[in-house]
């Protein structure tokens, strides 16, 4: 979302008049890369959004100032492949096609697709033809990401062959005349060298659309729309402190002030301080009038004798809707419930494959909009985490609030296995505090995606002094990771393991051995429960 001058066309200058102030549509063929592409896009400085590709051409054109067409799983000769409507080829919206994209434009367009000579996985060298708008910039013989068995053997009538694999495969076609261009390759992985340069091309030389897309510019858009959607009516949130409620809640309280009412359910299951810590400093240095509600014994005494993870979740989860819908009830007067949905989850649900159940955090408070009969209010929808984070700095939040890790709704509880207690809520707090602590002394914990210690449900012998001890076991986890579906386990410095261990062992009471988790996802998830 970085601003980014006005481009040229071509090399000439573009008269801002001429230019559409727009967003990109991307068409969803089932591609696994979609979001990327969209990502690719904002990169650029430029809105997208993510359709199905059968969505209605007349709406697709809409504002829409170029179409890309998305790769697929599907062949187009076979008889249930999608197939994109041939009028988007004629609104004279310029369209770039990718791999699958590709090949279903030359399709519908008299071209020729075949199942390929050699299926190419991979990494794979391409070369650009003549001198196209599209390649401004891209050299000879770069590496780029290729992931498909069929190719385009003709190209439509009308097109050239824009580029070429080193193994002679048509990687690329294009009509300058209607605007109309394929990669074969996948510009949008990281894999690909310039693809973002491609993608910049397509979006800025051809289709000359300016980037406008800014923090500074969605602020100012939501603010408004949010003003004319509530007037004078009142909106409750769920503040956990996290990221995502965090930049929402100031975020709605820049457009509507204290007509905004943030509940911060205190669950007892929260690290120690630093929840409470983040609430405080939006409170006092943003001026948010934060609801504190302590729900700890209430928590507490739900979890009792509960080991089951999945039973522990479910409590929780209905706890804290309940504790939330009393609360809302007694604020009283309100008409909004504001959610922190993220545009990934916008994605899912118009995607191909179709929506599918994706685990929601705490805050989304499913069901209370019903009970309550309150209108849903979700100002980031269209954004992408790192974009919240971004927002997030422009709206003036700590660049430490906005880069903690990810912590889980149903918090400690899942990271204590076995029976949730007091006591071991205050022996894992003390012990995760330190390790964190470590982290961060020694400059760690920006590099690390997601950090914590997890209580064990077992005994463990050691010796302190002269004394036999029988105490509780716990496990530093760290891990890498983009997105939290994949991870990696994080090599974490042995002097930093050596103080974490002895100042665990020795500061926190209970605990006579620290194991460090060195399992990657998959096969194993990132909590312990
Ligand atoms: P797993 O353990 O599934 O975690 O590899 C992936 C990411 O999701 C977080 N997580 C949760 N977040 N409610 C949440 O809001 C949950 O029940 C939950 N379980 C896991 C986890 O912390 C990691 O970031």
Redesign the pocket.
Same mark, same amino acid.
């Given at each position: 979302m970085e601003t980014r001058p006005e481009t040229a066309i071509d090399g000439g200058e573009v008269n801002v008049a001429d230019v559409r102030r727009t967003r990109v549509t991307i068409l969803d063929f089932g591609s696994q890369y979609t979001h990327l592409i969209a990502r690719r896009v904002r990169e650029c400085g430029v809105y997208s959004e993510v359709m199905r590709f059968d969505h209605d051409v007349g709406e697709v054109a809409e504002d829409t100032g170029a179409i890309i067409l998305s790769g697929g799983p599907s062949s187009t000769y076979g008889e249930d492949s999608p197939r994109p409507d041939s009028a988007l080829f004629d609104l004279g919206i310029p369209v770039l096609g990718i791999c699958y994209g590709m090949q279903a434009m030359a399709a519908a367009l008299g071209g020729e697709v075949a199942e390929g000579t050699t299926r190419e996985y991979g990494p794979q060298g391409f070369t650009p033809e003549g001198a196209n708008p599209l390649f401004y910039e891209v050299p000879d013989g770069i590496k780029v990401w290729m992931s498909h068995g069929d190719e385009v053997v003709e190209p439509p009538p009308g097109f050239s062959v824009l580029g070429r694999s080193t193994d002679g495969m048509i990687a690329s076609i294009g009509s300058d005349e209607r605007k109309l261009y394929g990669l074969q390759f996948h510009p949008e992985v990281v894999h690909t060298e310039h693809g973002g340069q491609v993608i910049e091309n397509f979006v800025h030389r051809i289709a000359g659309i300016i980037s406008d897309w800014t923090p500074a510019s969605f602020v100012e858009e939501t603010v408004s729309a949010i003003r004319s959607e509530v007037g004078e009516g009142r909106v409750v949130c769920a503040l956990s402190g996290g990221v995502d409620s965090s930049v929402m809640s100031v975020l709605i309280h820049r457009a509507i002030g204290d007509r905004l009412v943030p509940i911060f359910v205190d669950n007892g299951l929260l690290r120690k301080d630093e929840d409470r810590d983040v609430i405080e400093r939006l409170r006092d240095g943003l001026g948010l009038t934060v609801d504190i509600v302590d729900a700890r014994d209430r928590f507490l005494e739900a979890l009792r004798g509960v080991a089951d993870p999945e039973e522990k979740?479910k409590i929780i989860g209905n706890a804290f809707i309940e504790v939330f819908e009393e609360e809302a009830r007694r604020i009283g007067g309100i008409r909004y419930l504001a959610q922190g949905t993220l545009y990934p989850d916008v994605i899912e649900s118009v995607s191909v494959k179709g929506p599918s159940a994706t685990?929601k955090?705490?805050h989304n408070v499913g069901g209370l909009p019903e009970i309550m009969n309150l209108k849903l209010i979700e100002p980031l929808r269209t954004l992408f985490k790192d974009e919240v984070r971004k927002v997030g700095g422009e709206l003036g939040i700590d660049a430490d609030i906005l880069g903690r890790h +990810?912590? +889980? *709704?149903?918090g400690l509880a899942?990271r204590i296995l076995g029976e949730v207690t007091a006591e071991r809520i205050s022996v894992l707090q003390e012990a995760d505090a330190i390790a964190i602590e470590e982290i961060r002394r020694a400059g760690l914990y920006d590099d690390i995606w997601?950090a914590f210690v997890v209580l064990l449900p077992v005994h463990s012998v050691g010796v302190m002094g002269d004394e036999r001890t029988y105490e509780n076991v716990v496990a530093v986890r760290a891990v890498d990771s983009r997105d *939290?579906m994949t991870?990696h386990w994080f090599p974490m410095p042995h002097e930093v393991l050596e103080r974490m261990s002895t100042r665990i062992i020795n500061g926190v009471r209970g605990v006579n051995r620290v194991c460090y988790d060195v399992s990657s996802?998959p096969p194993s998830?990132?909590?312990w429960e």
């Open positions: 979740r685990i955090s705490h +990810p912590f +889980p *709704g149903p899942v997601q *939290g991870a996802k998830t990132i909590e």
